[in-house]
């Protein structure tokens, strides 16, 4: 069975497809501006941010993310 791993953020397309930005989204969620960035850049999100962020954005939660699994990695002689 493969591991899956959250490989990018899709949170600010998935804000520009809402027509939302950061700072409604902030307000909406009560999340702070700062942590919705670390968000899109680098930090993977907890399971209660995920849930609160996609049901204000109209989405599921593995929606938030590209995935990638260890299978999906090929290491080529």
Do not use: H
């Amino acid at each position: 069975m493969a591991n899956y791993k959250a490989r990018k953020s899709n949170l600010k397309s998935l804000l520009t497809k809402n027509g939302m930005d950061i700072d409604s989204l902030e307000r909406n969620t009560n999340i702070p501006k700062s942590q919705l960035n670390d968000y899109m850049s680098k930090k993977v999100m907890s399971l209660n941010s995920a849930m609160t962020i996609s049901k204000e954005l109209n989405c599921r939660i593995e929606d938030l993310y590209v995935w990638g699994s260890d299978e999906s990695v090929k290491i080529v002689p």
